[in-house]
């Protein structure tokens, strides 16, 4: 909370820099891969009755592996440590086993999912076949959350699989509390052509370039869903 007060009124603290000199660098790496293995889990929701554990996949820690996944996401890449904290802590994890549907076709988006292992099939029924298959640190439905378009696609899960799971309530806590980043992710959606094309505003014409602009018609559409 106070690292996010000070980012917030723009006080930054100077840190003290060192430069280590390492002779052995590979024995060092060796004596920290025990404390990487034994990360603390993070809070866990599990989508079946089953309970299935996670195949070993990478290794996720709460305030960095997390951090850098979302950064993956190009409309939180440049989130703040502070921002991004609030993802996650709002976040959880949530355990699918094979050929279960995460979402379907045409349905509300009320998260989006980043895959810590296993793999997704993004498949459309309305071509009836499949459009591509999503692995470890891939993340999808967050156009969906963002705009309130319905799903584009069906979700179904390949083998047993973690999500790291963003819900709306997390992502509006995160809005409310940094205004500024709303403005610069529907820059950053309006500038995207298959989001653009999802969302139907691929074609605008000129005459209608003002009011109906895509970065003025996601503007409101996401101070409308988030109440900003």
Same mark, same amino acid.
């Given at each position: 909370?106070?690292? =996010?007060?000070?980012?917030?009124?723009?006080?930054?603290?100077?840190?003290?820099?060192?430069?280590?000199?390492?002779?052995?660098?590979?024995? !060092? *790496?060796?004596?920290?891969? @025990?404390? !990487?293995?034994? *990360?603390?889990? #993070?809070?866990?929701?599990?989508?079946?009755?089953?309970? #299935?554990? @996670?195949?070993?996949?990478?290794?996720?820690?709460?305030?960095?592996? #997390?951090?850098? #996944?979302?950064?993956?996401?190009?409309?939180?890449?440049?989130?703040?440590?502070?921002?991004?904290?609030?993802?996650? /802590?709002?976040?959880?994890?949530?355990?699918?086993? @094979?050929?279960?549907?995460?979402?379907?076709?045409? /349905?509300?988006?009320?998260?989006?999912?980043?895959? $810590?292992?296993? =793999?997704? /099939?993004?498949?459309?029924?309305?071509?009836?076949?499949?459009?591509?298959?999503?692995?470890?640190?891939?993340?999808?439905?967050?156009?969906?959350?963002?705009?309130?378009?319905?799903?584009?696609?069906?979700?179904?899960?390949? /083998?047993?699989?973690?999500?790291?799971?963003?819900?709306?309530?997390?992502?509006?806590?995160?809005?409310?509390?940094?205004?500024?980043?709303?403005?610069?992710?529907?820059?950053? $959606?309006? =500038?995207?052509?298959?989001? !653009?094309?999802?969302?139907?505003?691929? =074609?605008?014409? @000129?005459?209608?370039?003002?009011?109906?602009?895509?970065?003025?018609?996601?503007?409101?559409?996401?101070?409308?869903?988030?109440?900003?």
């Amino acid at each position: 909370m106070i690292e =996010q007060e000070l980012n917030r009124k723009n006080i930054q603290i100077p840190f003290p820099q060192r430069e280590l000199w390492l002779k052995n660098p590979e024995v !060092l *790496a060796q004596a920290l891969q @025990p404390n !990487l293995e034994s *990360a603390a889990p #993070l809070p866990t929701v599990v989508a079946s009755g089953e309970g #299935l554990k @996670p195949k070993t996949g990478i290794k996720v820690t709460k305030n960095s592996t #997390l951090r850098v #996944l979302l950064r993956k996401v190009s409309y939180f890449e440049n989130c703040t440590n502070a921002q991004l904290r609030v993802l996650i /802590e709002q976040g959880y994890r949530q355990f699918y086993g @094979p050929d279960q549907i995460i979402f379907r076709e045409n /349905e509300s988006g009320e998260s989006f999912y980043v895959i $810590l292992s296993g =793999q997704v /099939e993004v498949f459309s029924q309305k071509l009836n076949r499949q459009i591509a298959t999503l692995g470890v640190g891939d993340f999808f439905g967050e156009i969906s959350l963002l705009t309130g378009a319905p799903r584009t696609a069906t979700m179904r899960v390949l /083998e047993a699989t973690t999500l790291f799971v963003v819900d709306r309530q997390a992502l509006q806590k995160l809005l409310q509390n940094y205004k500024a980043l709303a403005e610069e992710i529907a820059k950053s $959606l309006s =500038q995207r052509q298959q989001v !653009l094309e999802e969302l139907g505003l691929a =074609q605008i014409s @000129p005459s209608d370039m003002i009011e109906d602009d895509p970065f003025i018609w996601i503007r409101r559409r996401i101070q409308t869903l988030f109440g900003i």
